[in-house]
């Protein structure tokens, strides 16, 4: 399997530009989640789908963040309209079994790093 | 705020033992999970501790005591390849929380 596959791998942008980030779990796991990383706040979960259906999206910083997962194999997470605080590398990861037990293994993309100026 | 507490970074030979401690809130309290990230890279999990104890792979091992609300991952043989960053991070109440996480830097 080729992994989780995130595009795209860096991004940068103007204040007030919409951003798209595209994600693609490794086929067959039925959970994925999207991390934020930043030096300052380290690695923050933003939102949980089980079945591609939104479970936790109580990590979301606000409303121009969104998420979604129209199908098992496809997630994208927009931010509209971007700000310099956005500036961070976005991971996606999936799972088998989502966040029961918490024993479940995550494999992580690569992530994009997203640059907002 | 943050759940899961490590110290920042240590620095250590190579062919040394390193370990890197980590703290949590017990409320909802499922396990502690441990991953490693180099550098521009992504974390990998390393391993999972449910259920006091010890748990080896290989050169790593990874500590739980449920009691103390305390784990360890433990670095043996240490190599050029593992300076990177080390996360715990654990199920609490329902979302996973990742420790901030502590750099470890080898050399020769």
């Known amino acids: 399997d080729a992994g989780v596959i995130q595009s795209p791998r860096h991004e940068v942008t103007e204040m007030g530009q919409e951003v798209t980030l595209r994600c693609k779990p490794i086929?067959?796991?039925?959970?994925l989640f999207w991390y934020r990383q930043t030096m300052m706040r380290g690695l923050e979960l933003l939102i949980y789908?089980?079945?591609?259906?939104?479970?936790?999206d109580s990590g979301m910083p606000e409303d121009r963040f969104s998420a979604k997962m129209p199908n098992a194999s496809f997630s994208t997470l927009k931010i509209q309209p971007s700000e310099p605080r956005d500036s961070a590398v976005y991971f996606c990861?999936?799972?088998?079994?989502?966040?029961?037990?918490?024993?479940?293994?995550?494999?992580f993309g690569p992530g994009t790093r997203l640059l907002v100026l | 705020g943050q759940s899961l507490e490590q110290p920042s970074e240590v620095t250590a030979v190579e062919g040394a033992i390193v370990q890197i401690n980590c703290t949590y809130q017990?409320?909802?309290?499922?396990?502690l999970s441990w991953y490693q990230q180099h550098d521009g890279g992504a974390p990998t999990f390393l391993s999972y501790n449910g259920l006091d104890g010890l748990e080896e792979t290989g050169r790593f091992s990874s500590f739980l005591s449920r009691s103390d609300s305390y784990g360890y991952l433990l670095l043996q043989e240490l190599q050029m390849k593992d300076s990177a960053s080390y996360f715990c991070?654990?199920?609490?109440?329902?979302?996973?929380?990742f420790g901030k996480g502590n750099q470890v830097v080898v050399i020769p």
């Open positions: 990861a999936s799972s088998l079994a989502g966040l029961a037990g918490g024993q479940e293994t995550q494999y």
């Open positions: 017990t409320s909802g309290f499922y396990g």
């Open positions: 991070a654990s199920l609490l109440n329902n979302r996973l929380a």
């Open positions: 086929s067959g796991h039925n959970s």
């Open positions: 789908f089980n079945n591609n259906v939104p479970i936790d």
